[in-house]
């Protein structure tokens, strides 16, 4: 694309410079084959998907369908829409219309003020502007959303003045007339109200706008998004089945097939948290691999509510608080590198409890926080026994039957660890053959974990009290 010094200014300057006008379909496969030839990656920041969610998303662009991006909440559904815009043009001219809400194609404008306009003045007095890429994408969320939002409404001050209600002019354009040559996106679809999912489904039949009864052609030139959760989507009566059958695409989206993709994903989505600087904290693979197991097994669990999901953010929220924890004791404590223990996940409450939502039916009276206790202790034990040598287990579970207590917490000094396990250093060498170095916040983690790894598998038992934790036979 030309630099902006250079683009033409006026209407008769665009079409000597050989400007062509495209849909905004035609445009998004032009510049997605352009990228698909030259092996550059498609969907940068979408991870996981490659070989599921991304071919189907290619094909439905070829294809030219609007879309649905099926599936629970936290399974990247936005920013996959959002990342679509990176296939438009970077600019595109408009008329430079004073006051209308619509970037009009130069060539071809379908309100009336730019059809006056091209048919009433000279071609080199009719200003061009650019419209960038960025601003060729609207979202909207469903909830609350009225018709007059999205589609538009007659205007009560345009109407005072004489203008007839079944004129053009009396409209106030919604956000799709206004996104006219770019790309509207709804999130949530089966909120929306009826009414507005007929004039979605006349949007998406004809592409023109009705209005209070009144019919006004447009040739609306928009690519339309949306996404759903699948339990409302599917459940009868939420969308009306002739805008369903108008959608040419169903993308069906999911959570991380494995773990250490999840664990990619929240590395990804935590580039912005500072694990160095003053206070730095050094993270274990598997306190890693733990924060993500919960998230894995919260998504299993019979306490939780499968139609709601649980999102990727909730993956996100727990590895910051782990992180801030371990910090805060590493300040505290003047500890350098601090490290995340098992007991940092104490603190997971305030991060996980609201975005967890319970099956009411399955939890057998357990509170929130039991729930997220129950979880966490399984994830523990899933992660630990990949990790344990099993022969090495009983011999610190028969070290733990002769009366050994051993106390643990977020805020107890790393080196504690050492004095407090000398009783059992074979049995713990033994057990854990894992690189724990000769670092004691490295040693202290590793020394949580296989604590916690012996509790989650019915070895040992545990009490907690003010942040303390004590194992014990």
Not at 80 to 93: K, Q, T
Not at 95 to 122: F, M, N, Q, W
Not at 199 to 204: A, C, H, M, P, W
Not at 235 to 261: C, F, M, N, W
Request: charged share 25%.
């Amino acid at each position: 694309m030309t630099a902006p010094a250079t683009r033409p200014t006026t209407l008769r300057d665009l079409r000597e410079s050989g400007w062509k006008p495209k849909s905004v379909k035609k445009e998004l496969q032009d510049n997605f084959l352009a990228a698909l030839k030259s092996g550059e990656e498609l969907f940068p920041g979408i991870v996981g998907y490659d070989d599921t969610v991304i071919p189907e998303i290619n094909i439905a662009v070829l294809a030219g369908h609007d879309m649905l991006f099926l599936g629970e909440k936290g399974q990247a559904k936005s920013r996959l829409m959002r990342s679509l815009v990176r296939y438009l043009d970077e600019v595109i001219p408009y008329l430079a219309i004073p006051g209308c809400p619509v970037h009009e194609d130069p060539y071809h404008p379908i309100t009336s003020a730019g059809k006056r306009l091209v048919a009433g003045t000279p071609e080199a007095e009719i200003p061009i502007a650019w419209w960038p890429r960025a601003e060729r994408y609207v979202e909207r969320l469903a909830p609350g959303t009225k018709f007059a939002d999205i589609i538009g409404e007659i205007d009560p001050a345009k109407l005072a003045i004489g203008t007839s209600m079944s004129a053009e002019d009396a409209l106030h354009f919604g956000l799709i007339p206004r996104m006219h040559r770019g790309i509207f996106a709804m999130n949530e679809i089966p909120e929306l109200d009826e009414l507005i999912q007929v004039g979605l489904f006349n949007i998406l039949e004809e592409r023109d706008v009705q209005i209070r009864g009144y019919p006004i052609q447009f040739d609306l030139d928009v690519l339309i998004l949306f996404s759903a959760n699948p339990s409302t989507y599917n459940r009868s009566g939420k969308v009306i089945p002739q805008l369903k059958d108008r959608i040419g695409s169903l993308i069906q989206t999911h959570y991380p097939t494995e773990r250490a993709v999840g664990i990619q994903i929240t590395e990804q989505e935590a580039v912005d948290l500072d694990v160095a600087g003053e206070y730095p904290v050094t993270v274990p693979y598997f306190m890693k691999e733990i924060v993500e197991q919960i998230s894995v097994s919260a998504r299993k669990s019979k306490y939780v509510d499968h139609t709601s999901g649980v999102s990727a953010r909730f993956s996100l929220a727990n590895y910051r608080t782990m992180v801030a924890s371990a910090r805060h004791r590493g300040v505290v404590l003047n500890e350098k590198p601090a490290v995340p223990r098992v007991s940092d996940l104490g603190h997971l409450p305030t991060s996980a409890l609201g975005k967890l939502e319970l099956d009411l039916l399955g939890t057998h009276q357990m509170s929130e926080k039991q729930v997220l206790e129950a979880i966490v202790a399984e994830a523990v034990g899933a992660v630990f026994e990949e990790y344990v040598d099993k022969h090495g287990l009983d011999e610190i579970a028969e070290v733990f039957g002769k009366g050994v207590k051993i106390e643990v917490g977020d805020m107890l000094p790393s080196s504690d660890y050492a004095r407090r396990l000398k009783r059992v250093p074979k049995a713990w060498e033994k057990a854990f053959e894992v690189n724990v170095g000769e670092n004691d916040a490295v040693r202290a983690s590793c020394v949580e974990f296989v604590l916690a790894g012996l509790y989650a598998t019915d070895r040992i038992s545990r009490s907690a009290k003010h942040g303390r934790i004590v194992y014990e036979t």
